[in-house]
């Protein structure tokens, strides 16, 4: 199976950056692919943006043009670019990788915090 860890985040101000990093481990051979969840205090988690095992990206509406997921070339660490942060984007970031016949391995969070 595959584990996660997600590093990066952070205290910063509106319309800074911050770069998520998601460290994956194991069997890389039966990810299908990886994403970037959030969840807000008192909302649901919702899917900030994804990557597929064929390099195929796909991003909530919310995060289009601000954010970019990418990958190093031995697909073992997924990044988060943030730019443009907004203070609605405060949230607990979590990395998940859908494997196949194991389901959907996450991370423990980490914390991105943005002040108006």
């Known amino acids: 199976q595959v584990q996660v860890a997600e590093s990066g985040g952070g205290l910063v101000q509106a319309g800074e950056s911050l770069r998520l990093s998601c460290a994956a481990s194991?069997?890389?051979?039966?990810?299908?692919?990886v994403g970037w969840y959030r969840q807000a205090p008192g909302k649901q988690r919702e899917l900030v943006a994804i990557?597929?095992?064929?390099?195929?990206?796909n991003y909530a509406d919310s995060v289009k043009g601000r954010f970019t997921i990418s990958r190093d070339n031995a697909k073992t660490t997924i990044y988060l670019q943030m730019d443009s942060l907004k203070p609605e984007d405060t949230a607990v970031y979590y990395c998940?990788?859908?494997?196949?016949?194991?389901?959907?391995?996450w991370g423990q969070g980490t914390q991105v915090t943005v002040s108006s």
């Open positions: 990557i597929t095992r064929g390099g195929s990206t």
């Open positions: 194991g069997s890389m051979s039966i990810i299908n692919a």
């Open positions: 998940a990788a859908d494997q196949i016949r194991y389901g959907r391995a």
